[in-house]
């Protein structure tokens, strides 16, 4: 029984770089359409600020 490969030449090097590519080129998609809502719509001036102050936690060494 032969073996029989479909997919000479193409390595796991090969594979990486187009996902990178294709996660690089979704990210620049979404960034694009960000640009072009920004541009339509007018940004508003904040008319409040919530503060929430949370006294009482464990301290960071505690976490950890």
Do not use: Q
Request: aromatic share 4%.
């Amino acid at each position: 029984m032969t073996r029989h490969r479909n997919c000479e030449g193409v390595t796991r090097r090969d594979c990486l770089k187009l996902g990178l590519g294709g996660l690089l080129a979704g990210g620049l998609v979404g960034a694009l359409r960000a640009t072009a809502t920004a541009a339509v719509s007018p940004t508003r001036a904040a008319k409040a600020c919530i503060l929430i102050w949370m006294d009482g936690g464990p301290s960071h060494y505690e976490t950890f």
